[in-house]
Every structure is written in structure tokens, then in C-alpha cells.
């Protein structure tokens, strides 16, 4: 009986491969398989599914792509549904994507002002505050243009979420010295046990530093070889977009742990 209820089951058609087009953006999604809703597509509503098919068309047009991809996502909505996480903070939400679906994850727990997010550029800002408005998610994410490497934007954090973040995305600059900058600033801002995730942590991901510095692979492995630093878990993918592994996704993913105690 068992058998036959998983050979006759099907994948649920994934919204945003129905409407995916060469592009490069679309890498993940034209995968082998992939033709299934992966479960941070899957527990949206027939409005949220609307709004996002409309920022992938939207953002396709304007050239604005550059989100994180489904497996890293999936690691971040993953940790913060599973374990409850209310006080994140973005670093670099350039057109909104993340914040979109970590602000439908925020409103599924009933918590409000659970996001804060920090972009260098203004038209960033308002840009993604415009989607957030159509998805009715002002009350759950407080947008910042800064620097995220600005010690004033802790204080500012700490005062929107209510106390010190649980979660620090990394995802802005992708440069050497800035990357390095917010590691130490944020670290210190985590409570304690809280979880850093930084994005384009493997060496390919390297070159997307504009300084040919060394990106945040050189910026993590310089911070971990301190004395006393915490322990890390970085996540490598095949060495090309489309390729195949366990993770997905050549950029590659770092996580943090600052000690509980």
C-alpha cells in the first residue's frame, strides 16, 4: 500500500518554473526534477504565489536579479519556521525577494516586526518597500538604508526587533573588507546561540568581489583563523550553476554559531 501511494504520487508543478525563461536567473529551476514546488513556494497562498510571479516577471524586465537561490532559501526559512527565530536582521536585500518570503514566514507566526533589512542604495529600499506593500507585510519587515557594516545600524536594529537578532543574514556587498567588517559587528550584535548565514561563501563565489579582494571566502577563512573564534559550517556546491550535489548552489553557504553560553 505504501508503494503504490508513493509511485502514483505526483510533484506539484513549481509556479515560477511554469513562467522560467532561459535566463540565468532561472538556473535551479530548469534542474533535472525540479519541475516540483519546493516547500518555500509550497506553503504560500494563491495571493502570496501571485505577487511573487509577478516580482520574478517584474525584476526580470527592470534587470534586477540577483536574489539568493531556493537551496539557500530553503536553509533560512527552514531555520527560522523550524526553530521560531522573531528578530532577524538582513544585510542586503537589494530587490526584495528575501524579504518577501521571510516576511509571509514572520506573518504564518504571528510575528510582527520580526525582520529588519539593510541595503546601501535607496532605490533598493524603496523599490522592495513597494512589493512589501502589495504582499501587506509593512508591519512585519523595517527597511534601512546604510551601510550594513555601520555600527549605528545595530542600535537601530536592536530597537525595531525588540532585542538582539537571533539571525544575521549576509548577503550584500560579497567584498572582501566589507564582509569582514560585518562579521565583526554583527557577531557581537547575535544573542547568544544566534546563527550567521552568509551567501557566496564557496571559492568560485570569489570573483563576485568587485575589489578582486577575495570576496567573503577570503573574509571568512582570515576572521575564523582568529583566536577564539566560534566554529563554522560552509556548504559547497558543484562548481558550475546547474550542476548537481547535495547543495545545489556554486555560490555556497557559511553558517555561524555564537556559543549559547
Known amino acids: 500500500m505504501v508503494r503504490a501511494m508513493h509511485e502514483s504520487a505526483k510533484p ?10 532561459d535566463h540565468a536567473r532561472y538556473w535551479w529551476h530548469r534542474g533535472p526534477g525540479r519541475g516540483y514546488e ?7 497562498t494563491a495571493g502570496q504565489r501571485e505577487v511573487l510571479i509577478g516580482w ?74 513597494g512589493w512589501l506593500d502589495r504582499a501587506g507585510l509593512g508591519g512585519f519587515v523595517g527597511l534601512h538604508t546604510a551601510d550594513s557594516a555601520d555600527p549605528a545600524c545595530v542600535p537601530a536594529a536592536r530597537e525595531y526587533l525588540g532585542g538582539d537578532p537571533g539571525c544575521v543574514i549576509v548577503d550584500s556587498s560579497h ?15 547575535l544573542a547568544p546561540g544566534g546563527l550567521m548565514f552568509l551567501h557566496d561563501a564557496s571559492p568560485m563565489a570569489a570573483s563576485y568581489d568587485r575589489t578582486g579582494e577575495g570576496g567573503v571566502r577570503r573574509a571568512l577563512d582570515e576572521w575564523l583563523a582568529r583566536p577564539g573564534a566560534p566554529g563554522a559550517l560552509t556548504l559547497l556546491g558543484p562548481a558550475a550553476h546547474g550542476g548537481e550535489g547535495p547543495y545545489a548552489d556554486p555560490s555556497g553557504l557559511c553558517v555561524v554559531q555564537k556559543p549559547c553560553g
Open 12 to 21: 506539484i508543478e513549481n509556479p515560477v518554473s511554469a513562467t522560467a525563461t
Open 38 to 44: 519546493p516547500d518555500i513556494y509550497r506553503v504560500l
Open 56 to 129: 520574478y516577471a517584474e525584476t526580470l524586465e527592470r534587470r534586477l536579479v540577483g536574489e539568493m537561490a531556493a537551496p539557500m532559501a530553503s536553509a533560512v526559512l527552514g531555520f527560522v519556521n523550524g526553530s521560531g527565530v522573531r528578530r532577524i536582521v538582513q544585510l542586503g536585500h537589494f530587490a526584495g525577494y528575501s524579504c518577501l518570503l521571510l516576511g509571509w514566514a514572520l506573518e504564518r507566526m504571528g510575528a510582527g516586526r520580526g525582520l529588519f533589512s539593510v541595503d546601501l542604495l535607496a532605490q533598493h529600499t524603496e523599490y522592495t518597500r
Open 175 to 189: 567584498q572582501y573588507a566589507h564582509t569582514l567588517a560585518e562579521l565583526d559587528l554583527w557577531y557581537g550584535a
